[in-house]
């Protein structure tokens, strides 16, 4: 099976713009969560989505939404960007069997 | 809400010494714990995980081992080799009704010296 992509992979933007990712989860997957990762945060959860309704919510502020389309991919959007949102965002999927989530390779996002 | 406490944040061993990763946790309601392998530019990867039902778990070199009652697991990574330099994330998972609730610790930086 295909892994867990994410677009795009780089990204640029300046402050004040919005910005929208895209997670394609593992075929048959329906649980997708997101992840902020920081070197000094870590991996910080935003959300996590499973058959288009959200399950869980981190603490990151409203400017960070997300949704899930009935393909199980996922989308997720920050808007108003500040240069404190300068990270790599994950996604990870998961059939929920055994709660192994698979990671995607990331969109390393640049606000200046 | 869960509060996960890694530690150390850095580690460097010499190759084919030990290296031991340790994490509490706060919510005695977490009853899944795994651990990710991050190398350099690459996505986090599941190595090893635990239940709360089971105190320790091997597998080749590596093991998890659990203390409910003291609410922390350590990652036990034996005869270690380069190839074992990477990020490691612990992470606490609450399974509730369905629901999963995700928090992870701020990694470990683990550097084998040959």
């Known amino acids: 099976k295909a892994g867990v992509t994410q677009t795009p992979r780089y990204l640029i933007k300046t402050r004040g713009q919005q910005v929208t990712l895209s997670c394609s989860p593992i075929?048959?997957?329906?649980?997708v969560s997101w992840y902020q990762q920081t070197p000094g945060q870590g991996l910080q959860f935003l959300f996590e989505?499973?058959?288009?309704?959200?399950?869980n919510k981190g603490n990151f502020p409203g400017r960070f939404s997300g949704r899930q389309f009935s393909n199980s991919r996922s989308e997720m959007n920050v808007s108003t960007l500040e240069l404190g949102d300068s990270a790599l965002y994950l996604c990870a999927s998961s059939s929920g069997q055994a709660n192994w989530w698979y990671f995607g390779p990331g969109t390393r996002l640049t606000v200046t | 809400g869960e509060n996960v406490e890694q530690h150390p944040s850095t580690l460097s061993v010499q190759e084919g010494d030990s290296a031991v990763i340790k994490c509490t946790y706060s919510d005695s309601a977490s009853n899944y714990f795994p651990w990710y392998k991050q190398e350099l530019g690459k996505r986090p990867q599941l190595i090893i995980d635990i239940r709360s039902n089971v105190g320790e778990k091997k597998d080749q070199r590596i093991a998890v081992t659990l203390n409910k009652t003291a609410k922390h697991f350590s990652l036990h990574i034996t005869e270690t080799q380069p190839e074992d330099s990477a990020v490691y994330f612990c992470?606490?998972?609450?399974?509730?009704?369905?629901?999963?609730?995700?928090?992870f610790g701020i990694g470990t930086k683990l550097q084998v010296i040959p």
């Open positions: 992470a606490a998972i609450k399974e509730s009704g369905g629901y999963q609730k995700v928090t």
């Open positions: 989505y499973f058959s288009e309704t959200q399950r």
């Open positions: 075929s048959g997957h329906r649980s």
